[in-house]
């Protein structure tokens, strides 16, 4: 399984070391299971750095694709006359962070200098066709077919799960 817990974890540090500090974070629904794993990675990190969790503005989205359009009314709460009341925008995954972008650029914010976005799964063939390209931490799809190729292959007995490592690919929307 992809390591979750530590991608989003090591993502949120990097963001702190930039010295963002006013997030708005978009989760995963809470009926998924990378959805609560990553917002306590988040959670983690933010209070590991001693910053308070109250400074974190959380939304958990509702399941169903059909929710992915909440994005724009939440964002539309959160920007006011080209500003926004949030340095970062962290989402659940790159379909939220997909449709962010539109709504902020529409609204004429400029992504990384007012506001910064940090995306999840690096979806294949789509980062950098962001603009700009966005940073995001990429699921691990070709070691993951790996290691359960190789536990056929080798004829593993185990049958315990093997986290994977989740790496952060930065571009230019931080």
């Not at 992809?2 to 963001?15: C, E, L, R």
């Not at 990378?34 to 959670?43: L, M, Q, S, T, Y």
């Not at 992915?68 to 006011?80: E, N």
């Amino acid at each position: 399984m992809p390591d979750d817990y530590h991608g989003q974890y090591f993502a949120i540090k990097h963001v702190i070391e930039k010295g963002y500090r006013h997030p708005l974070c978009f989760y995963l629904p809470e009926d998924t299971v990378a959805g609560p794993i990553r917002r306590k990675a988040v959670e983690d990190a933010w209070q590991d750095a001693g910053l308070p969790l109250s400074s974190l503005r959380q939304y958990t989205m509702l399941f169903g694709d059909e929710h992915y359009r909440d994005v724009i009314g939440l964002l539309q709460q959160h920007c006011r006359q080209q500003k926004a009341d949030f340095d970062i925008l962290i989402c659940g995954n790159d379909r939220i962070a997909f449709l962010a972008y539109q709504v902020l650029l529409s609204m004429g914010l400029r992504i990384p200098e007012q506001v910064a976005v940090l995306g999840y799964d690096n979806m294949i063939g789509t980062g950098e066709l962001f603009y700009p390209p966005l940073t995001t931490v990429q699921l691990p799809h070709y070691d993951l077919g790996k290691e359960a190729t190789l536990h056929i292959i080798q004829e593993r007995n185990h049958n315990k799960t093997v986290q994977v490592p989740c790496q952060l690919i930065e571009r230019e929307s931080l």
